[in-house]
């Protein structure tokens, strides 16, 4: 009986995943494009933060382009996800904070982009074993995944989803420490952003 039972349960689970993934499309490639609006640029450059692309990632006309690696999309509902490739650094003239690999993750409860935002590094040495002369050091870098925007309403039209973009709290703190002082707040709006996927 608990063998029939295990095999129902196996079979309804199969069911959900195969129902779920019906009109899941695969992403192949295409381009993310995120555009900051002019207030933005404005509160950025009053407090003296650059934004510059980190290779793949483009720059052109203040807009940030990232090229998209893979991921996958149902083109019914939109839930899906988009990986880019690349990402930007902020620097306010003496410290500078990386992001990379923003993902594009939308669901039920909603549409975001994360990303891996680099940490502090941190260098050790020691000795090599049979070589007390000899001193190896190495550099640790951490990274650590932060959900740093929010997607809200937009459409698609012709293949590309077109919409609006705000700051989540990981990214207002962010910009907060290179400014200085407490400049944006979670919800401020960012600008808009285009996802244009390439699907098999």
């Not at 992001?99 to 909603?110: A, D, E, N, W, Y």
């Not at 809200?152 to 012709?158: A, I, P």
Request: aromatic share 4%; charged share 10%.
């Amino acid at each position: 009986m608990r063998r029939i039972r295990i095999a129902v349960a196996t079979a309804a689970i199969a069911s959900f995943v195969i129902a779920g993934t019906a009109f899941a499309a695969k992403i192949t490639g295409g381009t993310t494009t995120i555009t900051p609006s002019s207030a933005t640029t404005t509160l950025l450059s009053n407090n003296h933060i650059t934004v510059t692309p980190v290779a793949p990632a483009t720059a052109s006309n203040g807009a940030f382009s990232f090229p998209i690696s893979r991921g996958h999309i149902n083109t019914t509902t939109l839930y899906g996800t988009v990986k880019n490739t690349g990402g930007i650094q902020l620097s306010n003239g003496t410290k500078t904070v990386t992001v990379r690999h923003p993902v594009i993750v939308s669901r039920k409860t909603g549409a975001y982009v994360w990303a891996l935002i680099r940490d502090h590094s941190s260098r050790s040495c020691y000795r090599r074993l049979h070589h007390a002369h000899r001193i190896v050091c190495v550099v640790r870098t951490r990274y650590r995944d932060a959900r740093i925007l929010k997607i809200s309403g937009g459409s698609v039209s012709n293949g590309t989803y077109s919409g609006n973009v705000s700051i989540t709290q990981a990214t207002a703190t962010l910009i907060n420490k290179l400014a200085g002082s407490n400049v944006a707040a979670a919800g401020d709006a960012l600008g808009t952003i285009s996802v244009t996927p390439t699907l098999s």
